[in-house]
């Protein structure tokens, strides 16, 4: 069977014989480890090219071995709508076609974000009114017509000679943890807490971007959306429920209606929270390993997920895929199997979180192999 056939097997009624494999958070492992899977150049990745994407794509599969691929947008569409790249002696740069302004971009930094990048806005500084809200998120109406004509043509390519043998999908961010863009952490506490009522005013931008996103997915040929949720762990059940459930079932139905399978990732610990989460109605479900002072074992996944979707299975990404041996990596894909087996296999290996930075890509591709070859009836 093909990577793609696999995943729509899971997907299917009766569940898939060869179980598929697959790692998350494509662009995490790319940011980490690029030099080492492509002698293409890192910049290849911002640039709505046909060629430099298939090339670079190319390598990640020989390299990998997993079930799908991620259908990046290949230009932000939020903020480059209007830019193009231009490489010189002097660096790596994106100018703004309508304003000429050129801006110097870095090579991705392995380990993600720097202590700079994770400094606090004020709270005064933060957009906190209906104008400021709606003058900070994007027209999801808007958009250059010459970027989404770019990114039709790379999806086209990549179908071609990818989307035969592998699964594409698409991510979007949930609505409410979206705000982490407009108001930061400690931005998005407050408002929380402090005003629901722009909260929701923003869950209402975000998710016609989302639709967006999810339409441009569907006419680019994906077979489903990967949704991420993170920081939803932090609110009360109350909270969850009026500030984030009624936007994501929102999400999934539009998801739905594309014609398209979601994957709704829950990351940290759904205690006190499983049925909320249970009633989203996606199609398959997805949580991080446990760490940080909880257990999100799969044997209770599947359990509480009783059969009524998909499940991806949360392998341990650093203390079994990292820093355990062969004879561990194994036994921990054997039980994750199991549990597949047992939600009639409509189950999809995969990892609880991306592969750190110090994760070789070799480690990587024996993970997929053995999941392969565990996971076939």
């Known amino acids: 069977m093909t990577g793609r056939e696999r995943i729509e097997?899971?997907?299917?009624?009766?569940?898939?014989?060869?179980?598929?494999?697959?790692?998350?958070?494509?662009?995490?492992?790319?940011?980490?480890?690029?030099?080492?899977?492509?002698?293409?150049?890192?910049?290849?990745?911002?640039?709505p090219d046909a060629d430099r994407q298939r090339a670079w794509t190319r390598d990640l599969v020989a390299a990998l071995g997993q079930d799908w691929f991620h259908m990046f947008p290949w230009t932000s569409l939020e903020e480059q709508e209007f830019g193009t790249i231009e490489v010189s002696d002097e660096g790596v740069f994106r100018i703004d076609t309508?304003?000429?302004?050129?801006?110097?971009?870095?090579?991705?930094?392995?380990?993600?974000?720097?202590?700079?990048?994770?400094?606090?806005?004020?709270?005064?500084?933060?957009?906190?009114?209906?104008?400021?809200?709606?003058?900070?998120?994007?027209?999801?109406?808007?958009?250059?017509?010459?970027?989404?004509?770019?990114?039709?043509?790379?999806?086209?390519?990549?179908?071609r000679e990818f989307g035969g043998a592998l699964w594409p999908y698409r991510h979007?961010?949930?609505?409410?943890?979206?705000?982490?863009?407009?108001?930061?952490?400690?931005?998005?506490?407050?408002?929380?807490?402090?005003?629901?009522?722009?909260?929701?005013?923003?869950?209402?931008?975000?998710?016609?971007?989302?639709?967006?996103?999810?339409?441009?997915?569907?006419?680019?040929?994906?077979?489903?959306?990967?949704?991420?949720?993170?920081?939803?762990?932090?609110?009360?059940?109350?909270?969850?429920?009026?500030?984030?459930?009624?936007?994501?079932?929102?999400?999934?139905?539009?998801?739905?209606?594309?014609?398209?399978?979601?994957?709704?990732?829950?990351?940290?610990?759904p205690r006190g929270k499983w049925d909320l989460i249970l009633s989203l109605g996606m199609d398959a479900v997805a949580f991080e390993e446990g760490k940080k002072g909880f257990a999100n074992h799969i044997d209770e996944i599947v359990e509480r997920v009783a059969g009524r979707c998909v499940v991806l299975g949360n392998?341990?990404?650093?203390?079994?895929?990292?820093?355990?041996?062969?004879?561990?990596?194994r036994e921990a894909i054997r039980r994750q199997v199991a549990a597949g087996r047992r939600n009639g296999s409509r189950f999809i290996l995969s990892l609880g979180s991306p592969p750190t930075a110090d994760t070789p890509v070799e480690r990587v591709r024996l993970y997929c192999d053995l999941a392969h070859e565990l996971g076939a009836a």
């Open 9 to 47: 097997a899971a997907f299917s009624r009766e569940g898939a014989a060869q179980l598929p494999a697959v790692i998350c958070y494509e662009n995490v492992f790319l940011r980490d480890h690029w030099s080492e899977f492509t002698a293409c150049p890192w910049w290849y990745l911002h640039m």
């Open 98 to 159: 309508r304003s000429g302004r050129r801006e110097e971009i870095r090579p991705p930094r392995p380990g993600g974000w720097t202590a700079a990048s994770l400094e606090s806005v004020p709270l005064e500084d933060l957009p906190c009114t209906f104008e400021a809200i709606e003058a900070s998120i994007p027209d999801p109406d808007g958009g250059d017509i010459r970027a989404l004509e770019d990114r039709r043509r790379v999806a086209e390519a990549l179908m």
């Open 172 to 269: 979007v961010s949930g609505p409410l943890w979206k705000t982490y863009d407009l108001w930061g952490f400690a931005g998005m506490m407050t408002m929380i807490a402090q005003r629901p009522d722009l909260v929701h005013f923003a869950g209402e931008r975000f998710l016609a971007l989302a639709r967006r996103n999810v339409r441009e997915a569907a006419g680019h040929g994906a077979g489903g959306v990967w949704i991420e949720d993170c920081f939803m762990d932090m609110l009360s059940p109350r909270a969850f429920a009026e500030l984030n459930v009624p936007y994501v079932r929102r999400l999934i139905d539009a998801i739905r209606a594309a014609g398209l399978k979601s994957i709704y990732y829950f990351c940290g610990n």
């Open 315 to 329: 392998l341990d990404a650093v203390g079994v895929l990292r820093d355990g041996d062969e004879d561990g990596l």
